[in-house]
């Protein structure tokens, strides 16, 4: 009997600390919000239009993140999705955005179906233009600030790529990174950047981040 009362004296004691460590570090309080379009583990929501998360960088997702909040990405009048993301977390703090980056990029990333057929050859081609900033294998550069392109869904993959092309996406003047990938997006006609995706996906060179 003395030692349940000491157990449950322990319990007690250790809630607000658990508490505390759990607000600080596991689990930020907005994450359902993000999980209803991103789907529960993160593995990104076709029907919605809602990229996969899950692994990808911290230092990238808290970038867009801002860049959202700030009205860098999802102003332009043509951005329909760009505009529903920034709506969600216009009101979001920077320290929870940040807390949910890095939440997010704990989470493992699943194999995403292939949905953009094109010439795995051509692609392989294409991809040498693409690895000087995003890794020989796709993983990402943290020092370029390029992300990681393996892991992710492919029809997302492609219109981003729409996106910077028709300067939907890279064209706002404070955007320093976007706009050195629509320099590179404006190099390639559209079946070869489905080509390029295609090699991205379907070799899947590498799914571990930075
Ligand atoms: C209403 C649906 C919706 C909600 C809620 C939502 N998102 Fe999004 N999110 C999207 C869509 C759609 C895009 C793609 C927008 C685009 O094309 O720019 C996106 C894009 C992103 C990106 C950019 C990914 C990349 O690879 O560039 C990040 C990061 C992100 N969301 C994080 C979050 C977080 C964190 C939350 C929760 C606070 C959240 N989202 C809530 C729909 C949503
Ligand atoms: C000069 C460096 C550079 C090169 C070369 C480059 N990229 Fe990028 N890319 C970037 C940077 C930086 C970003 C992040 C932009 C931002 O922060 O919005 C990016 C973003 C992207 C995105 C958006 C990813 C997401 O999650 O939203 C895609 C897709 C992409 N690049 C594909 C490619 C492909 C395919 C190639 C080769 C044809 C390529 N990139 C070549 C620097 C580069």
């Known amino acids: ?29 907005s994450i359902i919000l993000c999980q209803s379009c991103h789907g529960y583990q993160f ?3 076709k029907d919605l239009n809602a ?6 960088s911290q230092w990238y997702s808290y970038r867009q993140l801002l860049n959202y ?4 990405r999802g102003t332009n009048p043509e951005d329909i999705l760009g505009q529903t993301m920034r709506l969600s977390i216009l009101n979001i703090s920077d320290a929870e955005l940040n807390a949910l980056a890095a939440y997010i990029s704990k989470i493992a990333s699943q194999k995403q179906e292939i949905s953009i057929k094109g010439d795995v050859g051509t692609g392989k081609f294409v991809f040498e233009h693409c690895m000087s900033c ?11 600030g390029a992300p990681r392109l393996t892991g992710q869904s492919d029809w997302y993959l ?7 092309q028709k300067g939907i996406r890279g064209q706002h003047p404070n955007d320093l990174y976007g706009r050195q990938m629509k320099d590179m997006a404006d190099m390639f006609n559209d079946q070869m950047l489905k080509d390029v995706i295609n090699y991205i996906t379907v070799t899947n060179m590498s799914i ?3």
């Open 1 to 29: 009997m003395i030692r349940l009362r000491v157990f449950i004296a322990i319990i007690f004691l250790a809630i607000p600390y658990t508490k505390l460590f759990a607000d600080a570090v596991s689990e930020p309080s």
């Open 43 to 45: 593995q990104g929501n």
């Open 51 to 56: 990229p996969a998360l899950a692994g990808l």
């Open 69 to 72: 909040k700030n009205g860098i």
């Open 134 to 144: 995003h890794g020989e294998f796709g993983e990402g550069d943290k020092t370029i």
């Open 158 to 164: 492609y219109q981003q790529l729409i996106n910077f």
């Open 208 to 210: 571990n981040d930075d």
